[in-house]
């Protein structure tokens, strides 16, 4: 969708907002009188941080724009303290149609030099944003080159992950029992039992490998790098691997099992 330009002439409505931070001992009495004495006909006011997005009466003015309205605000700190999101205002009043206009900075979106000064924040606003995801990109390459791998670590260790899956997988316990040992989810408990079946089917390993073998740890954390390939077993054959039912090559998933059995 094409984005529009601001509106050149106030054609529609001038609406006012103002706002103060919340816990300061000051009103909106000083910015409404500005804006009424600008021609406001309707003026939004709020009480809130500057640096919050989520503000009730700054959405609902945006949502109400029409094009040739203009927005009139005492100061352009007023809007926001973010560079970030008065540039997003900025897009949304754009979009609507609508122009902008800041009485003490002299900012007006209505004529040529303010549409032009807008356009230049904005270009230095890109820039920025440019030069931000290039050294986030850069750092995280880095890490990944020393072996650091973002995310949240793990609370559970392979020996209560394999504890886990054995209570589970024996009978012993229920996954919900489990989850309130743990203090987790259902979800992980299943995601655990899970890996641990994939390590039966990748690493050869049975549930009860760690007793006999000394291997199920092991076998674990094998399961867990093997779970994007897992994944891609759910996705194609629409089931868990190791579920009874025909595959799509026409055998059965659990068939290598059986067949040693015998």
């Not at 900025?90 to 000064?117: H, N, Q």
Request: glycine content about 12%.
């Amino acid at each position: 969708m094409r984005k529009r330009s601001f509106v050149k002439a106030g054609t529609g409505m001038l609406l006012g907002y103002a706002r103060v931070s919340k816990g300061d001992e000051q009103s909106n009495a000083v910015q409404a009188k500005a804006l009424r004495a600008a021609g406001c006909r309707r003026i939004f006011e709020e009480t809130a941080s500057g640096g919050r997005w989520d503000r009730p009466e700054l959405h609902r003015m945006l949502d109400q724009l029409r094009e040739g309205d203009v927005v009139v605000v005492w100061k352009l700190d007023r809007l926001s303290r973010s560079l970030k999101d008065v540039l997003h205002i900025m897009e949304r009043i754009g979009e609507a149609g609508a122009g902008f206009r800041s009485l003490t900075e002299a900012i007006d979106t209505t004529t040529p030099a303010g549409r032009m000064m807008m356009q230049m924040v904005g270009s230095f606003a890109e820039f920025e944003r440019a030069m931000i995801r290039e050294r986030t990109s850069a750092g995280l390459a880095a890490a990944r080159a020393q072996g650091r791998v973002g995310g949240r670590r793990k609370t559970l260790d392979a020996a209560k992950r394999h504890e886990i899956a054995e209570s589970v997988l024996s009978g012993r316990k229920s996954g919900a029992e489990m989850a309130r040992l743990y203090s987790i989810s259902q979800p992980t408990v299943s995601r655990i039992v899970a890996q641990h079946r994939v390590a039966g089917l990748w690493g050869g390993s049975a549930p009860g490998a760690g007793r006999r073998g000394g291997s199920g740890d092991a076998s674990l954390e094998e399961a867990a790098r093997e779970e994007d390939r897992y994944q891609g077993l759910v996705e194609t054959q629409g089931r868990h691997p190791g579920a009874a039912g025909p595959a799509r090559d026409g055998a059965l998933p659990g068939g290598a099992r059986r067949s040693r059995r015998r």
